[in-house]
Structures are given as C-alpha cells and as structure tokens.
C-alpha cells in the first residue's frame, strides 16, 4: 500500500481511539475507556498517575460519584506516524455537570492531551497520556424557559441506561471495545 495512504488510515485509527475513550469517560464504561489503552500503559492525569487500564475503573467510578453528566470533545488533533509509534497533541473541552439540584454548578475545562501511540498486533492504542490543564472555569447554570419543548428528546444517561447501547443493538452494531 502507499505509504501516504497508510499513514492517513493510521491517523484515522489514532483518532477513533481518542473518540472511543471520550465516549468510555462520558458513558462511564470502564470497558470501552480501558480499550483506548494498551494494558501496560500509563495515564498521568495530574490527579492520577498510573495504569491506564487502573484509571478506566477510576475515571469512570469518580464520574459517577461526582457528576450527572459529562461531555469530552475532541477538538483539534494533530497527528505523527513513524512506523508503528505515533504522537498526538489533541485538545479536549469538558463540560462536567455536578450531583448538585439548585443551582446547577459545572465544570469547564480546556485541555490537550499529548499521547503516545503504539499499533500492536494491527491495532493503535494509547502507550502513555499526559493530560495539560489550559484552563478551568466554574459556571452556575440558572434553569430559565427552554425557546422549544424538551420533553420528547431521548436523554443522556451513564452506562448501560444510556440510548446509545439499545441504537446499537436495534442496527446490529457493537460498541468498539477490546478486551
């Protein structure tokens, strides 16, 4: 295969593992987090420095403890491929929603995180992550009229609970997690 075409398929598969890991820590599903690792990686978190595998039960356990809803999103990335080791610079904003009735405190935060890829056995996974805060703020969110009814949109939820799972049995889809 040509080795630009190659190296934009590995970029690609980078990219799903970034994706894969906010929709682990967002869903609290320690399996799909842990199958962004490779299981002697190592995370560093700043609040948590070890095992990426041990930090998918972390994550996901405090996410529960703390929050009613969490949103990763990946901005922009920026990838290199040498060979089967790869480097990425990805920025993050996290929206964390806290167990809180009124008002509604959230935490917003702009970050990257520098990773370090290896593909194993035909397969990318994070090797080690250090996460760099840019940025933290706290908003309080006042409950006001919404401009359209919200009554009918599916909801959010943690885990199993969450639309996401049934969407994927109804089409015959399997949520991309490795052992």
Known sequence: MDTTVQVLLDKQAIQEVLYRYCRGVDRCDADIVRSA????????????????????????????AANSQTTHSVTNTLIEVSGDHAWSEAYVMVTLVRRSDDPVVVDVMGARYLD???????????AHRLVVLDWTRVETWVPR???????????????????LYAWIRAHGHVVDQQP
Not at 116 to 126: D, N, S, T, V
Not at 153 to 161: K, M, N, P, S, Y
């Open 116 to 126: 370090r890829h290896e593909r194993r056995a035909g397969e990318w996974r994070i």
């Open 145 to 163: 009229q919404a401009p359209i009814a919200l009554d009918d949109f599916a909801l959010g939820q943690r885990r199993e609970a969450d639309p």
């Open 37 to 64: 690792y490779h299981p002697d990686s190592t995370d560093d978190h700043g609040y948590w420095k070890g095992n990426g595998h041990d930090f998918a039960r972390f994550v996901t356990a405090r996410l529960l």
